[in-house]
């Protein structure tokens, strides 16, 4: 399986972005993705999950009502859309997946992803 994310750049404070990761070699239907991200001496974070049969979503507090997470299972794609976006969610933002039995099932904890894509770099200026 492999992960290649996209979209990434530098904006302006409030500003918006929308990035992309494409998934190979699996068949995306049955991965849980997430998108973390980490910030220049920082630990990575989750910052949201969605469940296969996109109906269960995971956000961290500090994104949650300005982030959303999609994706398009016929395009084996996970989408992050990032409004409102300040200096301090400027960071490297990679996308995971896991194979999940169960739909809702969301995962959150870096340890319980499989896969990881290099990562797409995000950097917001003031």
């Known amino acids: 399986v492999q992960l290649v994310e996209s979209g990434g750049g530098l904006v302006e404070a409030g500003g918006s972005l929308r990035l992309s990761c494409e998934m190979s070699g699996g068949i995306f239907s049955g991965y849980v993705m997430g998108w973390f991200r980490q910030a220049p001496g920082k630990e990575r974070e989750v910052v949201a999950v969605m469940g296969w049969s996109g109906g269960a979503t995971f956000y961290s507090d500090s994104v949650k009502g300005r982030f959303a997470i999609s994706r398009d299972n016929a395009k084996n794609t996970v989408y992050l859309e990032m409004n409102r976006l300040t200096p301090v969610d400027t960071a490297v933002y990679y996308c995971?997946?896991?194979?999940?039995?169960?739909?809702?099932?969301?995962?959150?904890?870096?340890?319980?992803?499989?896969?990881w894509g290099q990562g797409t770099q995000v950097t917001v200026s003031s």
């Open positions: 995971a997946a896991r194979l999940s039995v169960f739909g809702s099932t969301l995962y959150v904890g870096i340890d319980e992803y499989d896969y």
